[in-house]
């Protein structure tokens, strides 16, 4: 499908669809367009007396759809008074349902259907008016015609929401819409925002409002008029449907009178009472207060106490707390007494003498003053308390210091400055400036901007600083740099400002923005004075439409300036008060994008204007020498990418004509040039631009360059975060900071080391050193990382994602442990309990896991739904666990309940409703966060919506302080130092210190620009951290509790209270009360960019310098970067410190770029697999194996072109993996052509069908192969080795004397060859990668190629000896964008069909090499094309199949020119189309394109047949890995399983797919048969990755009975001898015996426990013989090297162990796992067990049962991975990761090798012995099985 991004903020829908034409929508009855006084703008209306008959319908037709997504429709219009009006709106559900939304003020009540919704409409009036009072007094509107002062309405319908809650289904687009008399409209907009027409702009800013936030204002072009002075409430209506504030009394569309005071919930006002009274309440809400003073409150107490209850406290009986005479314990009472000052709106509670009802205490006077904003409480007969003194101050004031940033960037990256020392880079961090030594990396800050920096400057002599912020209301500041303080501050420009310059004095300080208009504004000040009098004047300003992206002051002259942009350069001067400017004249440069401009440095300030010399670079890499005088260009030279390579010499770089690398910065010093660049690139060049002498790459592109005073040192900033600087003499790259390229959700602390985990928006969860600042690792994923958590005691951490997922990494190996998904939503809460025994995970769905935190793999130990409060506001602090890990507090089930749970049980202990504690509030409140204080108080602190903090006992429940007005907004984290003596609280974008008790004032501190997401204390109390735009790391300047004196909080238990045992804390950093040293050094040297690049030190690095004397002197030495790639993991591993430090000779190097795979599925990507072949197989000759291949499974959809079919001759030939299959469609015979060891990519057949052509991959430098076949004999003629990379394309010539092969993007070659010898005939190589490549029909020496770059027409010319391949290249044609070409096909009459990546076809006249024609076929990209007379094959990755009539095409070519859409589709027609399984590879049809054969990924062949409207399924196989294949006991039935949850059952004398079992969201890893012999008996149970054991019925083809016997996946299952019973065993090394009948769990064997079970098997064998009861015998083989035999018989119940067999092994020190523990019962002598493992040798052992000692030995080349005996022969099948299977006889060790694609996972032996099925990742393959000789 399209991207919806173009619907993103709103869509215009009347802009969209051209109201005005009329072409796409419909008008009918008396529509008319004037202009209405209200608005004063034009709308329509709709007049007529039915409604029905006089409308406006969107689009043109109903059966045509808008296909808007928005979930948000709004409407503008007014009913016309007096009158009827009808709307219709219809939405697409999932699965194509069409639902139909219709409201009216027809209407009299709410009806609906399955496919219709009607609402009634109420009318509004003009405010006061009679109409509006009786709708208020009714608490609804009046049906019937509008009222005569009905007015000006915007209509919000939520139609997610309406579908979810009338429906019950998912909305997908809307489709039309219907507007019918009588109304007015002036539009209708969609979005996925959520507008608030009452708000404008200006307020919005001041609100906090934006679509990051999902709200905003309502755009400008929607927005009703408001006068200026009134208020958009008072003059329209604004009806959200459905209504989030007060419950309608039906379902009705109307205004709620609420509405207005909704949208103030950033800042909520309570309804106050001007004197204290004592208000009644109505008789609802008396008895839901009686109901909580019922339960909250205790047994009387004297009158001279006082009790306070604000909350429900624990489910069951309260007065389990209270002592015998009915008191509570004394520490409660000291609780419930605690007063706190008021001025922190900290509520106490007033007595109200009451009569038999319950009233609420309102203050009046000051106290209604300081408590405007905070809400009433419930109270009851209670003694007042005493007045409370004034606040003190919270010591030491301030309490908090910013003492380091982790972060770089945020409005720009542009900007980072040297000082005149060079030891200090100057560069902005969001809000904050900071100021860094390169040395000691000691930072300072420059506080005071209230929105990201822009832009920066110095002055020449680095005492003046100057500084401006983006955003609206732009503001300057001017600094003091040594002092650190600021001098003045500016406003001139209304927003965008983006450039600062000082001049080479200070005395002129120059800066670009925009003003209200957004018309770009230079202004010019004077800041001579800044320093001594704060004073700042405006010199000049001027107002341009040019575009400027940077503007510098001329160093030699403060009145001249000089700016660059788009298509201009411009010098400024200043005269007279005003401010003037010329162009450079560019000549035919006159269209460039400049980005930068530099002057000359090194001459003297009074050096002669003429003489100076000023550079500009440009995005399309070209640099500009301007003569400043004379204006105009003296040179132009233009920056190339790598050149081409010649041997083991590099060109030098030059600037040339060619391709070209975007030029972003530039600096001049007296030496040489510095740039950087697009690519990546810092390079420095002499003056003269003859070469580059030094670069350095970078992981990004290179926004900024700035070489310093000295000219020694180069600093570099990326558009990646990331700053450091290049030393010149050294060649050392040292890297000052890494950061973030987008907000920081969370953060954890290790408990370990001093690391610091984070997770962030961008998609990386970065692990950072506290101490250096360094970022030692970096894992990145394609989802967004939530939450992020640390294990307490060991160097784990895990990580919750917005897919849903949760993984586990280790710090050491920095490697995946575990992951884990138990729900869709994302994670909102990830908590390690404090003892590190159990991880906590809760989604935005409302689930709550627990996990097994001891066990590597984190297993899941409770699943519960529907336990915390949904939504992703809570995000990352959802959960909270207590300091002695015995309680689990969260907010759940709903948002106004806050749950305390057993940490070890998940069982609820304590619900606390804290949405009533002002019950005379409209606002239900709800809680936000929560944090548990020490296990000690046995608080629980809470922040609510209301912007309010509780404390509240876990013991009670009951609210023991309340403080309001926390933040600006609310709060969004929270948390209490480890001495229980501070309270942190963020808010908007400010941290606030508070003391526990809220007894002293709080400190905020702010520097945050943007919301802060958390906040928290280091675990030693010497710092804070918080988390938002940046990593802000606070240094905590409060005492520590042991030099001060004891002061003891009423609220805090201090009896009891033993001092913990520090000793006993592993590997952690204590802190005593000294003051703390400098930041200890880091182990390892700071990370270092890769300047040299070469690996290894070889001879060839040696004789490098040879090349190059002039710089043989100059060795670099550089610390590379190490990372860590892991094809197999989602994420990438950056390790930053690496220790290996290289010396290489420097500009020498040979600059080597990896090809980039291209952005198409047509081109050929091979599955990842980690074995490699083994070179050393002894493969036996075809006249002597033992094994047949008798068929192969399945069809490789992962290869293009793969198949090809001869409908004359018979022939269809396909690959599966590395096999070529020959199949005979009249016969069903197979024919199998092995040679390959790589898995096949295409295929290709001659026209006389004897000669097949197999392509296939080309990895780790060995080229890819393409063998010629003989299809009659099955013979390799000829294998080639050409290509570098894979094989992208192979096609015969029509006449069959030419092949052609083409290399994939790594090697896009073009090779001609002689079908008869087999020889290269010549070859040509592309600068694109290329995708399918065709020949003429019609002439033999002309064909053609498509690929990134457009279309190649190449033709062969033949001059005896030698043949030359001509290519003519043509790019795509501009009406379809940009595009990469992905298949083609010719006409036979002189046409080429081509087809894109975006769905186009392009018709293509092949004389003249234009094309005149394209059309979009397909909404995704088309990988297939056909085409043969008048008929148009297209197929793609939307799954979509279709055939066109093309036959009008003949008249199109004569138009001269390319035919729009409209033109094209009236040419062409859409006959037929059919939806597959999967995307579509490969295609194969006849010369009538009737019939033919299609391929997908999903690994099915398909039979397509157009005439009979038919598709059938030939040939289908699994897509992913094959996890177990088994027969049935009567050999006629086998079953396959796979990772994607589906069983297949098929029939073994066919292999045709009989019946397939699918389950979703899980893998299937086990199956086994049932012994019966009868049909209608036979079972086939399948255990699953859920824990799950489900068995299947094959006469029925249903599912039987689910099980679920294990909570973690199952590894083996097999049904006993006899069928009574299943054993399924799972990974955590249970086995689980269970009745097939009934599902019930018979036993649970735990002697494996702990290690994971890899073999289950049930043999018929009498126990008499070793001296046991029994008729049957199993035995179980697990991961830790032990095998269990038991004796059962499972009718007595019996199962009794008959030995234990532990196989010795050393420490496993490969990489990935250990192989796996494998055993069986040999069936000729079932006493006998046959093992095979990791251990001392690689071996297979037999042990004896009755003897109790090892028999035999087998020795093995390699370790097995499978294994299976045959019932009859005694052959063994042995399969192992280096893709053999060996096929060994025991009694002689004579032995066979068979090579496959892959590392063999499974293989089985039939019954009978007389098949084998064998599997490597998703082949299957079958074997006959004939005698060892």
């Known amino acids: 499908m399209a991207s919806k991004g173009w619907q993103h903020p709103y869509v215009n829908i009347f802009k969209h669809v051209k109201i005005e034409e009329w072409k796409k929508t419909t008008q009918e009855g008396e529509v008319t367009t004037s202009t209405d006084k209200t608005l004063r703008c034009p709308v329509f209306r709709i007049k007529g007396p039915i409604p029905a008959n006089s409308y406006i319908l969107l689009p043109k037709s109903s059966s045509q759809s808008l296909g808007l997504t928005g979930k948000y429709f709004y409407l503008l219009f007014r009913p016309t008074p007096s009158k009827y009006f009808v709307v219709h ?71 997610q929401s309406i579908l979810s809650k009338y429906l019950n289904r998912c909305y997908v687009h809307l489709r039309t819409i219907k507007l019918c008399a009588n109304m007015a409209v002036k539009n209708m907009f969609t979005s996925d925002l959520l507008f608030n027409p009452g708000v404008s702009y200006s307020e919005a800013r001041l609100m906090g409002l934006s679509s990051s936030r999902g709200t905003g204002p309502v755009p400008r072009d929607m927005a009703f008029p408001v006068p200026r002075g009134s208020s958009w409430h008072d003059l329209y209506d604004y009806i959200r449907f459905p209504s989030e504030g007060t419950k309608l009394p039906f379902d009705s569309i109307q205004k709620d009178h609420h509405s207005p005071q909704a949208w103030t919930a950033f800042n909520p006002k309570c309804l106050t009472s001007e004197r204290l009274n004592c208000v009644s309440f109505s008789k609802p809400v008396q008895d839901r207060v009686s109901l909580i003073q019922q339960i909250t409150s205790p047994k009387k107490y004297p009158r001279d106490q006082s009790c306070v209850v604000a909350g429900i406290p624990e489910l069951g009986v309260v007065s389990s707390h209270l002592e015998e005479n009915g008191l509570p314990h004394s520490h409660d009472l000291l609780e419930e007494e605690m007063v706190c000052p008021s001025s922190h709106h900290v509520s106490s509670k007033p007595p109200c003498n009451t009569g038999d009802g319950v009233h609420v205490f309102v203050q009046s006077g000051d106290s209604l003053q300081k408590r405007e904003e905070s809400e009433a409480d419930i109270c009851t007969n209670q003694k007042l308390p005493k007045e409370l003194t004034k606040l003190e101050k919270l010591l030491p004031d301030p309490i908090l210091q910013l003492g380091r940033v982790i972060g770089f960037g945020g409005a720009t990256n542009k900007h980072a400055l040297w000082t005149k020392s060079c030891d200090e880079v100057v ?88 003003d209200r208009h957004c018309k770009t504004l230079v202004v010019v000040w004077s800041t001579l004075n800044v320093q001594k009098e704060s004073i700042v004047t405006v010199l000049a300003q001027a107002h341009t439409d040019v575009d400027i992206h940077t503007m510098k002051v001329a160093f030699f002259d403060e009145t001249r300036m000089v700016s660059c942009g788009r298509d201009n350069i411009r010098l400024w001067r200043m005269r007279n008060g005003s401010l003037r400017s010329c162009p450079v004249n560019l000549g035919e440069y006159h269209s460039q994008d400049f980005t930068d401009v530099s002057f000359e440095e090194g001459i003297s300030s009074c050096h002669h204007i003429d003489n100076q010399t000023l550079y500009a670079s440009s995005r399309s890499g070209y640099i500009f020498e301007i003569d400043y005088s004379r204006v105009v260009i003296k040179h132009v030279r233009k920056l190339q990418p790598t050149q081409e390579q010649h041997g083991d010499h590099r060109n030098k770089w030059t600037f040339t004509a060619g391709p070209s690398i975007a030029i972003n910065s530039i600096s001049i010093s007296t030496s040489f040039c510095a740039t950087g660049s697009e690519d990546g690139f810092l390079r420095l060049w002499p003056l003269d631009f003859s070469s580059v002498f030094l670069e350095a790459e970078h992981e990004g592109p290179v926004s900024l360059v700035s070489v310093s005073s000295d000219g020694l040192q180069v600093l570099a900033a990326t558009s990646t975060g990331i700053l450091g600087y290049l030393d010149v003499n050294s060649h050392d790259y040292n890297t000052l900071m890494r950061s973030h390229t987008d907000t920081v959700l969370g953060f954890s602390l290790g408990g370990v080391h001093r690391h610091l985990a984070t997770a962030s928006s961008d998609g990386t969860v970065r692990i950072w050193n506290m101490d250096s600042l360094h970022q030692l690792y970096d894992f990145v994923s394609e989802d967004c990382p939530c939450s992020v958590a640390f294990h307490p005691r060991e160097q784990v951490f895990s990580c919750g994602f917005s897919s849903g997922i949760i993984r586990v990494f280790g710090i050491p190996s920095a490697k995946l442990l575990a992951e884990h998904k138990h729900y869709k939503g994302e994670v909102v809460g990830l908590v390690f309990s404090h003892n590190g025994e159990f991880m906590y995970s809760a989604s935005s769905e409302g689930s709550l896991v627990q996990y097994d935190a001891n066990n590597v793999d984190h297993s899941a130990l409770r699943v519960v739904c529907n336990m915390v409060a949904s939504g992703t506001k809570r995000s990352p602090d959802a959960l909270n666990v207590s300091q002695d890990s015995r309680c689990l507090a969260f907010v759940g089930p709903s948002e106004c309940i806050v749950t305390i749970a057993d940490a070890r049980t998940l069982e609820e202990l304590l619900h606390i409703d804290v949405s009533i504690l002002d019950v005379e509030s409209t606002c239900l409140d709800s809680a936000l966060t929560i944090c548990f204080a020490t296990a000690s108080t046995q608080h629980l602190l809470v922040s609510t919506s209301a912007n309010k903090v509780l404390w509240v006992s876990t013991k009670t429940g009951r609210v023991l302080r309340e403080v309001s007005k926390v933040d600006k907004q609310h709060c969004s984290s929270l948390s209490v130092s480890e001495d229980n003596r501070f309270l942190l609280t963020a808010g908007q974008s400010s941290v606030k210190v508070w003391d526990y008790d809220v007894q002293q004032k709080s400190q905020t501190f702010i520097g945050h620009s943007q919301p802060i997401c958390q906040v928290g204390f280091t675990p030693d109390q010497h710092s804070v951290i918080s988390v938002g735009d940046a990593i802000f790391i606070w240094d905590f300047l409060a005492e520590p509790t042991d030099s001060l004196a004891v002061n003891c909080s009423i609220l805090r238990v201090t009896s009891g209270c033993a001092t913990p045992d520090l000793s006993d804390v592993p590997q952690v ?52 970067v190490t990372r860590s790639k892991s094809p197999a993991s989602f994420l990438k591993v950056t390790e930053l410190q690496s220790p290996f430090p290289l010396s290489c000779q420097f500009g020498c190097r040979n600059i080597k770029r990896q090809a980039v795979r291209p952005d198409c599925y047509r081109h050929f990507v091979p599955h990842f697999k980690k074995s490699v072949v083994n070179q050393n197989a002894l493969l036996s000759q075809p006249g002597v194996q033992n094994l047949r291949l008798k068929a192969v499974l399945g069809y490789n959809g992962n290869g293009r072109s793969n198949l090809a079919w001869s409908p004359d001759k018979g022939l269809f030939v396909y690959s599966c993996g590395c096999i070529v299959v020959v199949e005979y469609l009249h016969t069903g015979i197979q024919k199998h052509l092995q040679g390959h060891n790589q898995e096949i990519s295409c295929l290709a057949v001659t026209d006389d069908a004897q000669t097949v052509a197999s392509g296939a991959g080309g990895t780790n430098g060995i080229r890819s192969q393409i063998c010629i076949w003989d299809v009659q004999s099955g013979a390799c003629r000829k294998s080639i080795s050409h290509h570098k990379g894979a094989v992208q394309c192979l096609i015969f010539s029509k006449d069959d004397r030419f092949f052609l092969s083409v290399g994939d993007f790594s090697d896009p070659e073009v090779a001609l060859w002689s079908s008869r010898t087999l020889q290269l005939l010549s070859s040509v190589r592309v600068s694109g990668p290329l995708h399918d490549a065709a020949f003429s029909p019609t002439a033999a020496s002309q064909l053609a190629c498509v690929g990134s770059m457009g279309v190649y027409f190449c033709l062969i010319h033949e001059c005896v000896p030698d043949v030359e391949l001509k290519v003519q290249s043509v790019d795509p044609p501009i009406e379809v964008g940009v595009v990469e070409m992905t298949a083609l096909s010719y006409h036979s009459d002189n046409y080429l069909f081509t087809a894109t990546n975006k769905g186009h076809v392009c018709v293509w006249d092949i004389d003249t090499q234009c094309c005149f024609m394209t059309w979009e076929a397909d909404l995704g990209e088309i990988g297939v094309l056909r085409c043969q007379d008048s008929h148009l094959l297209t197929g793609s990755n939307t799954r979509w199949l279709r055939l066109w009539e ?76 094959v996890n177990d294949v088994v027969f049935s006991c009567d050999e006629k039935h086998f079953a396959t399983c796979s990772e994607d949850g589906s069983v297949r059952v098929w029939a073994s004398h066919s292999n045709e797919l009989l019946v397939q079992f699918q389950v979703l969201n899980q893998a299937c890893c086990c199956i086994c048969w049932s012994p019966s012999f009868n049909k209608d008996n036979l079972c086939l149970a399948a255990g699953y990755s859920d824990g799950t054991v489900r068995v299947f019925r094959l006469a029925s083809s249903e599912m039987e009975i689910k099980l679920r016997p294990h ?39 735990r002697d494996h426990k702990g290690a994971t079970i890899t073999t289950i098997q049930s043999i018929h064998k009498q126990g008499r013989e070793f001296g046991l009861e029994g008729t049957e015998m199993w035995l179980a083989a697990s991961g830790d090297r032990r095998v269990s035999v038991w004796v059962c018989d499972w009718k007595r119940d019996k199962c009794e162990l008959l030995d234990w067999l532990t196989f010795p092994a050393p420490v496993f020190t490969g990489d990935g796992s250990p192989p796996p523990s494998l055993a069986a019962f040999c069936p000729s002598d079932p006493s006998l067990v046959v093992y095979t493992g990791y251990g001392v040798e690689k071996e297979l052992s037999f042990y004896s049962l009755t003897k109790k000692q090892m028999m035999k030995k087998i020795a093995m080349p390699h370790w097995a991975t499978c294994f299976s ?45 007389a098949l084998l099925f064998t599997v490597a990742f998703n082949e299957i393959l079958l074997w006959e099985v004939h005698s060892l000789s």
């Not at 990370?1087 to 100059?1114: E, G, M, R, T």
């Not at 004569?1454 to 999967?1478: C, P, R, T």
């Not at 490969?1482 to 099915?1500: P, R």
């Open 1069 to 1120: 950093q204590l802190s005593n009360s000294m003051p703390r040293q400098a930041a200890p050094l880091p182990s390892s040297p700071p990370q270092q960019l890769d300047i040299c690049n070469i690996i290894q030190f070889d001879h060839d690095a040696v004789d490098s310098q040879k090349n190059c004397p002039s710089l043989s002197s100059q060795i670099c030495q550089s610390t590379l």
């Open 427 to 514: 560069y902005p961090c969001h809000a904050v400036i900071v100021s860094m030594n390169i040395t000691s990396k000691k930072q300072r800050f420059f506080i005071g901007h209230t929105n990201k920096v822009s832009a920066l400057d110095f002055n020449a002599s680095t005492t003046l600083l100057a500084s401006g912020q983006t955003g609206q209301h732009s503001v300057v500041r001017i600094w003091d740099y040594q002092k650190g303080n600021c001098l003045a501050a500016i406003r001139n420009h209304a927003h965008s400002l983006s450039s600062l310059s000082f001049s080479h004095s200070g005395a002129v300080l120059c800066g670009v923005g925009k």
């Open 1607 to 1645: 909570h973690v996946e199952v590894t083996a299952i097999q049904y006993s001898a006899k069928g009574h019973v299943i054993l399924s065993a799972g990974k955590n090394g249970l086995v689980v015996v269970s009745s097939p009948e009934s599902g019930v769990t018979l036993r649970v064997i």
């Open 1765 to 1809: 005996i045959s019932p009859k022969s005694c052959h063994i099948a042995v399969g192992s990761k280096d893709c053999v299977m060996k096929l060994i006889e025991p009694s002689s060790g004579r032995f066979q090798d068979y090579v496959h694609g892959d590392s063999l996972q499974k293989c089985h032996f039939s019954p009978s012995g």
């Open 1446 to 1521: 093309v036959e009008a095409i003949h008249g199109m070519r004569s138009l001269g020119k390319i035919s729009n859409m409209e033109h094209s589709e009236a040419a062409v027609v859409m006959k037929q189309e059919v939806l597959l399984d999967g995307i579509i590879v490969s295609a194969a049809f006849d010369n009538a394109i009737d019939m033919g054969i299609v391929g997908t990924t999903a690994g099915t062949l398909w039979y397509i047949k157009w005439s009979e409207n038919s598709s059938i399924r030939l040939v289908s196989g699994h897509k992913v890995k």
């Open 89 to 159: 709106i219809d939405v697409a559900a999932e699965e194509g349902q069409v639902v139909r939304i219709s409201f009216s003020n027809m209407f009299k009540e709410f009806k609906s259907t399955v496919t219709w919704l009607q609402f009634p409409f109420l009318c509004g009036a003009a405010e006061d008016s009679v109409y509006e009072n009786t709708a208020k007094m009714a608490r609804q509107g009046l049906i019937g015609p509008a009222p005569a002062t009905v007015r000006w309405t915007c209509l919000m319908l939520d139609l």
